[in-house]
Nanobody, 115 residues
């Protein structure tokens, strides 16, 4: 069974940084594109960034230049480094993977950006 578990969220000041981590199990991790999404209160879940198994990345326009996605195929982890954080980045952040036609999600990690 595919399992995803996020960590690394918390409270950050505007302009600060956080690094989120997601550990995956139950799949051949290096073969699959991993995604980071976020969902702010009252808003739909939106894609932040994706990374293929061999490291090609793609970013939402609003995150490009501030967020960096990376992965470690030995430890089955995907990361999201977030810099220059803004209050509007406050959201629950989820990692996800499409595995054999099903989309799997972690439980999410809360990021709050506030002074």
């Amino acid at each position: 069974q595919v399992r995803l578990a996020e960590s690394g969220g918390g409270l950050a000041q505007p302009g600060g940084s956080l690094r989120l981590s997601c550990v995956a199990s139950g799949l051949n991790f290096k073969l699959h594109t991993m995604n980071w999404y976020r969902q702010a209160p009252g808003k739909e879940r939106e894609l932040n960034a994706s990374i293929t198994g061999d490291g090609a990345t793609n970013y939402a326009a609003s995150m490009k230049g501030r967020f960096t996605i990376s992965r470690d195929n030995i430890w089955n982890r995907v990361y999201l480094k977030m810099d220059s954080l803004k209050p509007e980045d406050t959201a629950v952040y989820f990692c996800s993977v499409n595995y054999r036609g099903n989309v799997y999600w972690g439980k999410g990690t809360q990021v709050t950006v506030s002074s």
